[in-house]
């Protein structure tokens, strides 16, 4: 089955930082998606993007399908942004999201 | 529009017993998937209901089962509980149409069930 790598596998920063968040996949997708998962366990939709850009606030992410990656970037990072970060990518002709391990994002103030 | 929500938000089981999870879709969804998530690592997909009827299952025994009713509603039921069972069941619902089953999935907040 299809792979999905991310990385860093952790990351402390301080309020107000930028951070590169990268997911690289093992197979051609027909569905990436980028989630953000709270304290509580909710997985929060960031971004469906399988391919291009997009932007929403202080988020952005970028997905080269040709390539095998995509990119989010957190822009003036506050605390509320700390959390797990997961991708997940569903393959051709696959009902299902194989998700990554996560990048554990801690923002200090 | 109502998002998806899953009950209980929490259950404590014992070995050997059988628990039942809910899942309403988000309104104009027809499509529910199940997934597993053990602490500290990503959700595992269990299996996928669409129009009732089981469509895509993962590495999971026969014991996980799952139920799906014509208001898109969805059950997942596992037997013979195991410690291993402990984990944050998560429920995404999502819209298929003809056979495109790649469309975003939006997802409750989770079950989360510990088995003693």
């Known amino acids: 089955g299809i792979q999905v790598e991310q990385s860093p596998p952790d990351l402390i920063l301080q309020e107000g930082a930028n951070s590169t968040l990268r997911c690289n996949f093992s197979?051609?997708?027909?569905?990436l998606q980028w989630f953000h998962q709270n304290p509580w366990g909710q997985l929060i939709n960031l971004f469906y993007i399988p391919s291009g850009t997009k932007q929403n606030g202080r988020l952005s992410a970028t997905t080269v399908a040709t390539e095998r990656y995509s990119l989010l970037y957190i822009s003036s990072s506050q605390t509320t942004d700390s959390g797990v970060y997961f991708c997940a990518v569903a393959g051709f002709g696959n009902e299902k999201l194989t998700f990554g391990t996560g990048t554990r994002l801690t923002i200090i103030p | 529009e109502t998002g998806v929500t899953q009950s209980p938000t929490h259950l404590i089981k014992t070995r050997g017993q059988q628990v039942t999870l809910r899942c309403s879709s988000q309104s104009g969804h027809n499509t529910v998937s199940w997934y597993q998530q053990a602490l500290g690592q990503g959700p595992q997909f269990i299996f996928q209901y669409y129009r009732e009827e089981e469509n895509g299952r993962g590495n999971f025994p026969p014991r996980f089962s799952g139920l799906q009713f014509p208001n898109y509603s969805s059950e997942l039921n596992v037997n013979a509980l195991e410690l291993d069972d402990s984990a944050l069941y998560l429920c995404?619902?999502?819209?298929?149409?003809?056979?495109?089953?790649?469309?975003?999935?939006?997802f409750g907040p989770g079950t989360r069930l510990t088995v003693l």
């Open positions: 197979d051609s997708v027909n569905n």
């Open positions: 995404a619902s999502s819209t298929a149409s003809g056979r495109v089953f790649y469309n975003e999935q939006f």
